[in-house]
């Protein structure tokens, strides 16, 4: 007989621990790429907007070529862009789930 994963523990990441008391998710390498896409996305929004100081402006560029690398996404392609924030933006979807 097969042993169930720990609590927190996905069953295909026995290895992994989460805080979460229930299976984790998987998502698709292209869901991934999405989310990577996004958070990119609110990263650059936020130097712009003043949300990031002008001080720590270089870290979060480097930060964006970090995440692009990793996920081996290119954040100036506008088409992967438009298909991964599906007119929306992450900063869009939190104030929403904060103001319901």
Do not use: W
Not at 3 to 31: F, R, V, W, Y
Not at 44 to 55: A, E, R
Not at 67 to 82: G, H, W
Request: charged share 25%; hydrophobic share 35%; with cysteine.
């Amino acid at each position: 007989m097969e042993a169930s994963p720990a609590l927190g523990q996905h069953p295909k990441q026995a290895n992994s621990t989460c805080t979460l008391k229930c299976p984790l998710p998987t998502m698709s390498s292209d869901s991934k790429k999405r989310l990577a896409l996004a958070i990119i996305d609110f990263l650059s929004t936020s130097t712009k907007d003043g949300t990031v100081s002008d001080d720590d402006k270089e870290s979060v560029d480097v930060a964006q070529q970090c995440i692009a690398d990793a996920f081996k996404v290119d954040p100036t392609d506008r088409a992967a862009m438009i298909d991964a924030l599906a007119g929306q933006s992450l900063q869009s979807i939190y104030a929403e789930e904060y103001t319901s």
